[in-house]
Structure formats: C-alpha cells, structure tokens
C-alpha cells in the first residue's frame, strides 16, 4: 500500500513516517499543501494522510482539488485541537476520515487497517490472493498452501500491484512509479531484479501461479499453467 503523507510540522512528520516504515507501509513525504496536490494527482497513492494547516495551500483546498479532480484515494485528515468544525468542513470536501492531533500511532495504523478492508479485493484480515498465492501486505508475508516466504517491502509492492492489476499488464513506467515512487533513480533493471526475485519466491513456496513477461509491454500474472486438463 503506497500512501502519501502531507505534513509540515517536523516533529510529527518524522514520527508518522517512522511509525508507517516500521509498519511496512511504503510512504512519500511532501511538507506543503502545493506538493501535495502535485503529488495527490498523479494518483498512485491509496491513502492519503492530509494535515489541514499547511504552507501555500491548505489541506482542505488541497482535498477539495484532488476530488475535483476525481482522485479517489482515501484521504484521512490531521486536525489540530480546538477546531472541531475543521471536521465538519474536511468530511463535507470528501475525506474518509479525521484525526484529531495528538492521536496515538495506534489509531493511525487502525484507521489505515480499516481502509485497506475497503478495497474489494482484500479478504478478511487484509490478505490478497490470486489462484494459489496469498500475500499479507502488512507481514510481507507470501503462501501457497501450507508453505510460505517473507518477501521484501518492494518486492510484496510490487507483487500486490500485480495482483491488484489481474486482468491486465503492468508496464515498468507504472511499476516503477507505484513502487519506486517519484524521488528516485530507479531504472528499468530494479524492475527486472525484482520481478525476478518474486519468481524465485514464488518458485520457492511452490505456487504454480508465474509472472509473465510481454515483450515491449510489461508484466502480467498467469494463473496456474496446464489449462483444461488440470483439474
Ligand atoms: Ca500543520
């Protein structure tokens, strides 16, 4: 899960970022409401974590351009104490959710829990599965029966965008950006490394589920081979 975290007081910018890194969540960092509309459109992102009082533009203008412009990503807003009508304002511009400052890290990581179970293809307790894998996103965790094998934070990314896209292919661009992100200097042969990496974890729990390659296009998972017959 890939979420973008708008914050400009250090302090809880920097503790935030901790708390979702240690929580193998994978977030970009931006510190003004500017940055963060430019970084909210792109649209990569499947949280946004949107503090109200911000430089240059303010969270609510920034929710209420990222909706015009039909950005749908759950947004969860920080409100400063004292301004309860920020929360009125910020569910009425389209946030999912509010945090009042200071929350506990435990909230946030429940709040985020609770929106990752929104999205239809998760099954119970946040796991995804396609064919005969299951991948927990939060224990980076990948299994096949009863065998299993813990992945890296990039590589479970990457293999949850795969999943996520299952009806089609997924080209290095888009992989690059949902996982890399933009501040990087990541190529296409990260991409490649990576890919091949998860197939040799796939290999290594005995999933007959692949990643194919297409030539010129990208990646796209493949369901067990042997067709018809395989029952
Ligand atoms: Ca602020």
Not at 101 to 129: D, I, N, T, Y
Request: aromatic fraction near 4%; proline fraction near 3%; hydrophobic fraction near 40%.
């Amino acid at each position: 899960m890939k979420i973008l975290l708008v914050e400009d007081e250090k302090y809880t910018e920097k503790a935030l970022a901790e708390i979702l890194k240690k929580n193998h969540y994978d977030a970009d960092v931006v510190f003004d409401g500017e940055d963060g509309l430019a970084y909210g459109l792109t649209g990569v992102y499947d949280v946004i974590i949107l503090d109200i009082m911000l430089p240059k533009k303010d969270g609510l203008s920034v929710l209420r351009e990222l909706r015009g412009s039909r950005i749908g990503a759950p947004v969860i807003l920080l409100t400063a104490k004292g301004e309860p009508e920020d929360k009125v304002k910020g569910l009425d511009a389209g946030a999912d959710d509010y945090l009042s400052k200071p929350f506990h890290s435990a909230k946030l990581l429940a709040r985020l829990r609770a929106l990752q179970r929104r999205k239809p293809e998760l099954l119970g307790g946040g796991v995804l599965s396609f064919d005969d894998i299951s991948l927990s996103p939060h224990t980076l965790i990948l299994s096949c029966g009863g065998r299993e094998t813990k992945l890296k934070p990039k590589e479970a990314r990457l293999l949850e965008l795969l999943i996520d896209r299952r009806n089609s292919v997924v080209s290095k661009n888009t992989i690059l950006e949902k996982v890399w992100g933009f501040d990087t200097e990541a190529e296409d042969n990260h991409v490649e490394t990576h890919i091949s990496r998860l197939r040799k974890a796939l290999e290594s729990i005995g999933a007959k589920t692949a990643i194919r390659t297409i030539r010129g296009e990208g990646y796209a998972l493949a369901e067990r081979s042997g067709g018809h017959g395989d029952v």
